[in-house]
């Protein structure tokens, strides 16, 4: 059986086992800079996913819905080409395609995030669809955004969360032909690092637009970007994709 839920003919979906997990993945169009495309965070996500299902689909059971290319993307609404939806808007469209998938036999939906800027909403809809339409909710990211408590390198001071060294090497590993690497910028706003509590990921979060920090509209260091450090990188998030959706397959949160 293909693992496509698109593919599948109508009598297959009343077929599925209530087991079945679907996967959204939601990417973005909008600026990342003049180095890398609009589409960065969808081919991110949308690659992630086709690749964890491929991998992972049959032992735990996932069904890969198609993906969303446009979402709450408003920090950039300032950089023409940005294609963006309102939080309402985005709220709605997630309401309305998880009461669909409720009439399914399928009773949990993961939502596969490649853009920073919907997180908090999508923690929002996690609940709202749970409590709406009874589905078993999740909001899971190829790998923690420095502004959410991940990781960043040294260079960008913790504040590489948009087109930088990871984004930019994973995009040289799935799509060079989409890269310019020799137009990328260091844009680490320094005069920030002094900041311990407001800051990304901090005690203190701030409401931001990517026009505000005197840079190109990024935020990172994108010139130390490889290939070979985002084939590792990608490597490491459909591993862990896998133990994830090995997770979300047995959650339950009552007690036994
Ligand atoms: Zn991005």
């Known amino acids: 059986m293909t693992r496509a839920f698109a593919d599948l003919r109508a009598p297959e979906i009343a077929e599925l086992a ?45 069904l890969l819905l198609p993906s969303l290319a446009i979402s709450k993307s ?11 939806l309102s939080a309402t808007t985005l709220l709605a469209v997630l309401d309305d395609i ?3 998938v409720a009439t399914t036999p399928i009773r949990k939906l993961v939502f596969l995030n490649g853009h920073g800027g919907n997180s908090a909403l999508l923690q929002v809809a996690a609940r709202d669809l749970r409590l709406a339409h009874g589905l078993q909710t999740f909001v899971m990211h190829p790998s923690v955004p420095p502004d959410q408590g ?19 090497s994973i995009m040289l590993h799935l799509r060079p032909d989409l890269v310019r690497l020799d137009l990328g910028v260091r844009s680490v706003p320094d005069h ?41 990188r990608y490597a490491a998030m459909v591993a862990a994709a896998g133990e994830s959706f090995a997770e979300i397959a047995r959650f339950d949160p009552r007690p036994p």
């Open 18 to 62: 209530p087991s079945a997990i679907a996967v959204l993945p939601i990417g973005s169009t909008e600026q990342h800079g003049p180095h890398l495309p609009l589409s960065t965070d969808f081919v991110v996500a949308d690659s992630l996913a086709r690749d964890a299902v491929a991998g992972f689909g049959d032992e735990h059971d996932l």
């Open 150 to 168: 991940g990781e960043s390198p040294v260079a960008e001071l913790g504040m590489g969360i948009h087109a930088g060294l990871e984004e930019t």
């Open 98 to 100: 998880a009461r669909c």
């Open 192 to 232: 920030l690092a002094s900041f311990e509590r407001v800051r990304f990921g901090g005690a203190v979060s701030f409401g931001w637009t990517s026009d505000d920090f005197g840079t190109d509209g990024t935020l990172g260091d994108p010139t130390g970007a490889t290939a070979e450090r985002g084939e590792q």
């Open 74 to 84: 408003n920090e950039h609404a300032w950089s023409p080409g940005t294609l963006w």
